[in-house]
């Protein structure tokens, strides 16, 4: 299991790409921390072990 | 006559900048195009799945203000800025440091020491803050590009509720003063132009109007008359009349 923006989820063995794929997310408008430290784009191709924490950040309307 | 607006070496025509939260997604385009808004704020929160890209209803051409709402201290604002960079944003960022829950208000201290740590790292750092002439001189020096004073608490349509401490901003500090938060209607946009802000963010005034197309239409003519008296100097202040027809030649026999 992954810990993903706080939920477990069936994602241990998939690159984050393939995470954000499988969340219809596009990876150059999403950040991904990974623990606590922000993954850059070029490591998206990191394979997600079981117990990790992953959080999925994206824009929405603010002021 | 070139009256562009300067933040950060980027020169923008519009002084309305328009914050995209409480819209529905599909008004908001509308919203950008009639208020002739080229700055766009955003926020940026966990995402779990295609709900509705707020990117894709943003005209493109548009300057992306992300800003670091929900962070408590310098620390989150620090990272959340690293996360707007991370995905895709640019370097623009609104400093919003709240731990404040009723109200709002932003906490100057920590604001002080986010822009630091963010012009350090080369963003443009815009401050939204409490209208406090010394924070506002610590963020100066920290290396904002703006100073963003609330004219009263988000969200709250009150109005220039803090007028006579932005007056003292705009005197005293040399960077353009963009009054942020609290703007209810027009007339205080137009208000705040005319005593020298440099531009005015607005968001639920807005989003929150009765037709928000024709609000939108509303404050780009309020801010561009603001802007225009400000220019032209506004005219004395008299405790008596002076007529303004002659005082010879009446019409008697």
């Keep these: ?63 | 006559m070139s009256d562009k607006l300067i933040i950060g070496g980027h020169e923008f025509s519009s002084r309305f900048i328009l914050g995209s939260g409480k819209f529905d997604l599909d008004l908001i385009n509308a919203a950008v195009e009639h208020a002739g808004a080229e700055i766009v704020t955003l926020a940026l929160r966990r995402v779990n799945s295609f709900s509705g890209n707020i990117l894709e209803h943003i005209p493109a051409g548009v300057t992306l203000l992300p800003n670091t709402s929900g962070a408590r201290t310098a620390e989150e604002a620090y990272k959340i800025a690293r996360l707007a960079r991370e995905a895709g944003c640019g370097e623009f960022i609104k400093i919003e440091v709240i731990h404040d829950s009723k109200y709002l208000l932003p906490d100057n201290y920590e604001t002080a020491k986010a822009c630091e740590m963010l012009a350090k790292d080369g963003f443009i750092p815009l401050p939204y803050m409490y209208p406090d002439l010394n924070a506002a001189r610590d963020m100066v020096n920290a290396g904002a590009a703006a100073i963003m004073p609330l004219a009263a608490p988000i969200g709250s349509n009150q109005g220039l509720a803090t007028k006579q401490f932005i007056r003292i901003l705009i005197e005293e500090i040399d960077l353009p003063i963009i009054v942020d938060a609290g703007i209810g209607k027009p007339s205080q946009a137009c208000e705040a132009m005319e005593m020298g802000a440099a531009a005015i963010m607005a968001n639920t005034a807005i989003a929150t109007a009765g037709n928000i197309v024709e609000m939108a239409k509303a404050f780009k003519h309020a801010i561009i008359a603001g802007r225009t008296a400000y220019l032209a100097g506004t005219g004395r202040v008299l405790d008596k009349a002076s007529a303004s027809s002659p005082l010879t030649g009446f019409i008697r026999e």
């Design chain 1, 1 to 63: 299991m992954v810990i993903v923006n706080g939920e477990p989820k069936e994602a241990a063995g998939m690159t984050v790409l393939e995470l954000l794929s499988s969340m219809q997310l596009k990876p150059e408008r999403t950040a991904v921390m990974i623990g606590d430290e922000i993954l850059s784009k070029p490591d998206y191709g990191k394979v997600l072990t079981d117990g990790e924490t992953v959080e999925i950040i994206g824009f929405v309307g603010g002021g």
